[in-house]
Structures are given as structure tokens and as C-alpha cells.
């Protein structure tokens, strides 16, 4: 028995397809869904949410959103996502580099927390490429 896993963010949909087990960052904690779970709606935060069918492994970073189980399905309305596969590193970093210059050179309190926002973003995408990596080698 699989569950029906769906992604979206304001963008695309970044993940379509059943799965047998999702790890999801919420703000209670992380939690997992496994097939038959209880009906449930929650925030989700800034983390690595995991996704398991069969033998693989898949990890996507995502910034925040909406969490919705119901019967054999998972809806996640995000913020952003990114598979850790599709994450450019270099892009990451730059973004990273860029976000603490704009924090430094802050001319608003909006502009500050703007460039927080990216800075944290870009932090999420370099841990979870890392990690990712990891697994590969």
C-alpha cells in the first residue's frame, strides 16, 4: 500500500507520485506518514523533508507551508521546494554570499529581513546538497 505524495508551490508542482513513507518538518517536530495515516493539518517550517519509496531515497529542501493528510494522499502547499538533486551549489553559495552583504549593508528593516530570508534559503539548499551528496558517494 502506497500513498498518493503531491508538492506544489506557487510555481509547479515539484513532486507527483505514490510513495510508502514521507518525513515532513513541521512545527510540532518532524513527523511520518505512512500509509493509513490519521487525517491531519499542520504548518510545515523551514527543513528537509524525505521521501521514501522502495529502496530510494529522495530529500527535498523546503522553506515552509501547509501540510494536509488525508486518507492515502499528501498535499503539501509550499512556500519553496527544491529536490536536492536539482540544487547548484555554486548558485547557493552565491546567493549565501550575496544575502550576508545585504544584511551588512541593510538600508530598511523590509530590505533586512528580505536578505534573512534569502540568507536562510540559501543556507537549507547548501545542507541539504551536502547531505545528499553524502548519500551518493
Not at 500509509?35 to 493539518?41: E, F, Q, Y
Not at 549593508?105 to 536562510?120: P, V
Not at 534559503?121 to 545528499?132: D, Q, S, Y
Amino acid at each position: 500500500m502506497s500513498l498518493l505524495l503531491e508538492i506544489i508551490t506557487p510555481e509547479k508542482i515539484v513532486y507527483k507520485d505514490e510513495v510508502d513513507e514521507v518525513i515532513i518538518p513541521t512545527v510540532n517536530g518532524e513527523i511520518a506518514v505512512l500509509p493509513h495515516h490519521v487525517n491531519l493539518l499542520s504548518q510545515i517550517i523551514p527543513g528537509e523533508l524525505i521521501i521514501k519509496k522502495g529502496e530510494k531515497t529522495e530529500s527535498i529542501a523546503i522553506t515552509g507551508g501547509f501540510l494536509d493528510v488525508n486518507k492515502n494522499g499528501v498535499s503539501i502547499l509550499a512556500d519553496y521546494a527544491i529536490k536536492a538533486g536539482e540544487i547548484e551549489v555554486a548558485k547557493a553559495k552565491e546567493a549565501q554570499e550575496r544575502a550576508e552583504r545585504l544584511m551588512r549593508e541593510k538600508s530598511t528593516e523590509k530590505d533586512f529581513r528580505i536578505a534573512e530570508a534569502e540568507l536562510r534559503k540559501a543556507i537549507l539548499e547548501l545542507r541539504v546538497a551536502t547531505k545528499h551528496k553524502r548519500r551518493l558517494v
